[in-house]
């Protein structure tokens, strides 16, 4: 997949896949997703929030140039790739673990498996 699509598809799924007010069954959570190549590198890369609390569901924020979460909390987990590999890992079309994980690895596992529709 072409970088450029790749990073707007990262982007795409963490801003409109991942952003909803259905509620969150877990306890919440910072995940921080790193693309090796592009404007999603390092600062500026996107943060999906699950929110066990009110208000209830999943937002997403961008760190800020300094690379400081949004709202001051440390990610309990993240993954760094390729965004050609960080687009199919969340719709298991490659094993989560074919990216470098930190942190809580079960929390990419409950994102996978999180269908905010039921």
């Excluded at 790749?6 to 801003?15: H, K, M, Q, S, Y």
């Excluded at 994980?101 to 498996?113: H, P, Y």
Aim: aromatic share 6%; proline share 11%.
């Amino acid at each position: 997949m072409p970088a450029g699509v790749a990073l707007d598809g990262v982007e795409d799924f963490l801003f409109t896949c991942c952003t909803t007010t259905a509620a969150w069954p877990h306890a919440p959570a910072a995940v921080d997703h790193h693309a090796t190549e592009g404007r999603s590198c390092g600062s500026g890369s996107p943060r999906p929030q699950p929110s066990g609390s009110r208000p209830a569901g999943v937002r997403a924020a961008r760190l800020s140039g300094s690379g400081t979460p949004p709202d001051a909390l440390a990610a309990e987990a993240s993954a760094r790739g390729t965004a050609s590999d960080l687009v199919p890992a969340p719709y298991g079309r490659i094993p989560v673990d074919a990216l470098e994980l930190d942190g809580d690895r079960r929390l990419f596992d409950l994102l996978v498996a999180w269908d905010p529709e039921v």
